[in-house]
């Protein structure tokens, strides 16, 4: 593909530097951040062309992309940038974007457990695995006989408690949820 | 040590790292360092809120800064990952000050910067406290081969954890050799195990596991060490070739204290062969 950079519309490049804080101009390709990413092979674009798609205002493609949603912010990457990018924050602005926007995440089992997750908290201050994960499961209707065997060696060691603990203050923590749009 | 910290145990405190915070209870109490748990806490918002909101995130890690700050002491963190969110939100309170406002008016409260997040492994390894740890040693380590894993909460970005070698961290091996454990070289310290993903692609989870349990079973190791309860979780539940332990279980049987044989129980794979007739 011809790119014309004249041409290039870098008004998504600016956002993301300036919410996620990181110097994504600078990435100039070495990919030291595929080399050591250890999701990369769940990846449809490795972590040096997230950047340079950034770069170049490719933001359909971004929201769209697994990518996004399969980095588990590990930071292997930004442990080794030359450049000093943290590509962790850049993914979380990425998300972020893709869920404000409406655009259908590429990986929903993903966006489905971190939902559970905070919805979980957002009843109970603290996360109670137990219903977090039924209803996680429920909805993402992808259980596996691993899951359950894992789920029944936890219950019989005493590891997932079937009461919750709750918070104190958990008006304020609501209103943390209204505050942030969740 | 005269210093008293206050404490936040975190969620898996009384759920999946139960034997974790007990051990950490018990090592804390045999050095004689006093710890307070914070009188209201919220789970730090773990793997999962940055990945939906930022704010969130920060917000909710915030609230335990603000309770901790009530208390007037640094806050003792034994989880890797709530000690990499907590410091998060405390070097954004600290460093942007947009964000800092917005946490503040959503909070009530007004940030001073005095207390410091503090996890429990670089509590530990400071030098001052080791002359106490050798000093409490009744059955030495010795003869347990062992690797030890940090994971990445701990360790990155080096700049909020203050790690001391983000490629190759020490304070683990030190406390483990100061035990009279052999501690081996291995490759895979800093490796991620998948983190929350362990809950939602559990097969991807398994291959890294397994990829990392290779390494330190071809280095000879009878266990690996953690001090993050989310890798202990993944590698515990991915395998059956090797036991992994929390690095405060190894202090507690060194120390031989705690209810240590109701903790390996806890492991879906139990370390008990490993501290028999040693």
């Not at chain 1, 990518?67 to 979380?92: F, K, L």
């Not at chain 1, 219903?131 to 499961?137: A, D, E, I, S, V």
């Not at chain 2, 071809?218 to 001090?227: F, K, M, P, R």
Request: with cysteine; glycine share 6%; proline share 4%.
């Amino acid at each position: 593909m011809k790119v014309n950079l004249l041409k290039t519309d870098d008004s998504l490049l600016r956002r993301i530097m300036n919410e996620s804080g990181q110097p994504v101009n600078l990435c100039f390709q070495c990919r030291k951040c595929s080399a050591g990413c250890p999701m990369i092979d769940e990846f449809d674009f490795p972590p040096n062309m997230v950047m340079r798609m950034i770069q170049l205002g490719r933001r359909e493609e971004l929201l769209a992309s697994k990518a996004i949603w399969m980095c588990v912010s590990c930071e292997t990457c930004g442990a080794r940038c030359p450049n000093g990018i943290e590509i962790a924050p850049v993914m979380d602005c990425l998300r972020a974007e893709c869920l404000e926007e409406g655009v259908i995440p590429a990986d929903k089992t993903a966006v489905g457990l971190h939902t559970a997750f905070t919805d979980n908290v957002k009843v109970f201050g603290r996360l109670h695995e137990a219903t977090m994960l039924m209803l996680f499961k429920l909805r993402d209707k992808k259980i596996s006989k691993d899951d359950i065997e894992l789920g029944v060696k936890l219950l019989l060691r005493g590891k997932i408690p079937l009461l919750p603990r709750r918070s104190k203050d958990l008006q304020k923590i609501r209103e943390l949820f209204k505050d942030s749009g969740r | 040590m005269s210093e008293t910290f206050s404490y936040y145990p975190g969620c898996t405190s009384h759920s999946t790292a139960v034997e974790y915070i007990d051990s950490c209870g018990e090592v804390l109490s045999a050095l004689g360092i006093e710890t307070k748990e914070l009188p209201d806490w919220c789970c730090c918002g773990a793997a999962s809120a940055h990945n939906l909101s930022r704010t969130l995130a920060l917000g909710l890690s915030a609230f335990n800064i603000r309770e901790a700050q009530r208390e007037k002491a640094d806050l003792l963190i034994p989880c890797a990952g709530c000690y990499n969110n907590l410091s998060r939100a405390d070097n954004a309170l600290r460093h942007d000050p947009e964000m800092r406002a917005h946490l503040e008016k959503a909070l009530g409260f007004s940030y001073t910067g005095e207390i410091r997040m503090l996890s429990i492994v670089d509590l530990l390894a400071r030098e001052e406290l080791r002359p106490a740890i050798r000093a409490r040693i009744q059955k030495p380590l010795t003869g347990l081969k062992v690797v030890c894993y940090y994971g990445c909460m701990l360790v990155r970005p080096a700049g909020i954890t203050g790690i001391d070698d983000p490629e190759n961290p020490v304070r683990l091996d030190t406390i483990m050799a100061d035990l009279g454990a052999q501690v081996i070289d291995w490759s895979c310290k800093t490796d991620c195990c998948g983190g929350d993903l362990g809950m939602s692609h559990g097969k991807k989870t398994k291959e890294l596991v397994n990829g990392i349990v290779d390494y330190a079973v071809a280095a000879g190791a009878d266990c690996l060490v953690t001090s993050c309860a989310l890798c202990q979780m993944n590698v515990d539940s991915r395998q059956n070739r090797i036991p992994i332990v929390f690095f405060t279980e190894m202090m507690a049987e060194a120390f031989q204290i705690g209810n240590r044989k109701r903790w390996w129980k806890k492991h879906i794979n139990n370390p008990a062969h490993l501290f028999k007739d040693r």
